[in-house]
């Protein structure tokens, strides 16, 4: 049997800073329909399912937030029809942008209570 010389098996989850995971799981949970599947009070963290292997981890900090939001790393979420992604995330009161559209995809970027980037993404068939 030969031993695998690859490194990196893919992405296990996204960490994403937060104010307070509290308030943080809650919105995650009522705005996204994320579903905690890890909650460490100790460490202030709570693990979050996406639907996908790749979980988002929001990590409480005691420092500031500051997001710029041209140059964060942020987490893409696939979605099938981004107008309707959007009106929904509009109705649950989260602050979005404008869709955008170009040949392959359609987007649009939103963002949580500390100001965190987030992208929602339909890959054009």
């Known amino acids: 049997m030969s031993m695998s010389t690859k490194v ?10 937060v104010a307070d995971y509290c308030l943080s799981k809650k919105w995650y949970e009522e705005k ?3 579903t905690p599947v890890w909650d460490d009070p100790v460490l202030k963290l709570a693990v979050m399912d996406t639907g ?15 997001v710029n939001r041209k140059t964060a790393s942020y987490p893409i979420f696939r979605i099938l029809n ?6 929904a995330l509009q109705q649950r009161n989260v602050q979005v942008s404008e869709i ?4 392959a995809v359609t987007y649009f970027t939103f963002f949580d209570p500390d100001g965190n980037v987030l992208e929602a993404c339909q890959v054009h068939a």
């Open 8 to 17: 990196l098996h893919g992405i296990d989850t996204v960490i994403v800073r």
């Open 32 to 34: 996204l329909e994320l």
């Open 52 to 66: 996908s292997p790749t979980s988002i981890t929001l990590w409480q900090t005691d420092s500031k937030i500051e």
């Open 82 to 87: 981004a107008e309707e992604a959007h009106a």
């Open 100 to 103: 955008i559209t170009d040949h």
